[in-house]
């Protein structure tokens, strides 16, 4: 399994392609949120517009007032969203595999980057299957090691059994650890790549 340190994190440290690249991201969460998914996604993406590569991050409206914020070579897609149980004031995607394929025909990407793996995440991988367009996915947060603290410890095996499903379909699975890529090796992923935050 390959390992990369912080400092040659996929994004940084290279020159500029010499053809930029589309990249799709896909995520429930992005800044002004505060969290570390949030962060990690506004840093890649400010990674890979440093390198040229145009920039299509699909996520749910937060607010009625959230607009997104494009400029060139950065869209942002907005799409339907409900409250998060127990974090009412976050939204998560709802499905949109429909939307995403009539989106990404008509202007596909190189490759798509699915941070999180909700109903819209899950859409996006049917979508980008659909197309045959590469994917890859991040795990940055254990949900199924995290139900019994939100009262759901029954359903952990069930959770990690959707969450390997899930990850497994994509070409990549991007983690921040070599200690969480062992976890999730014994637990039956495949194809995982360290990358620091």
């Not at 053809?19 to 949030?38: D, F, H, K, Q």
């Not at 890649?44 to 607010?63: A, E, K, M, Y």
């Not at 004031?89 to 595999?97: D, E, S, T, V």
């Amino acid at each position: 399994m390959d390992t990369y340190a912080p400092e040659t994190l996929l994004v940084e440290n290279f020159p500029p392609s010499q053809r930029s690249l589309r990249v799709a991201l896909v995520t429930e969460t992005y800044p002004p949120e505060v969290n570390g998914v949030a962060l990690t996604i506004d840093r890649l993406v400010r990674g890979l517009q440093s390198c040229n590569h145009d920039i299509q991050l699909v996520r749910p409206r937060q607010t009625r007032a959230d607009q997104g914020d494009s400029q060139p070579g950065f869209e942002q897609v907005l799409m339907r969203g409900l409250p998060i149980p127990r974090y009412p004031h976050l939204r998560m995607g709802m499905p949109a595999k429909k939307a995403l394929v009539s989106m990404w025909s008509l202007r596909r990407p190189d490759v798509v980057h699915i941070a999180t793996a909700g109903p819209l995440g899950w859409s996006a991988l049917q979508a980008a299957r659909k197309l045959k367009l590469p994917v890859s996915t991040d795990f940055r947060t254990n949900f199924h090691a995290y139900s019994r603290h939100y009262g759901i410890g029954w359903l952990k095996k069930p959770i990690a059994a959707y969450l390997r499903k899930f990850h497994n379909l994509a070409q990549c699975t991007m983690v921040p650890t070599p200690g969480l890529q062992a976890d999730l090796a014994a637990l039956g992923f495949e194809r995982l790549l360290v990358v620091a935050r």
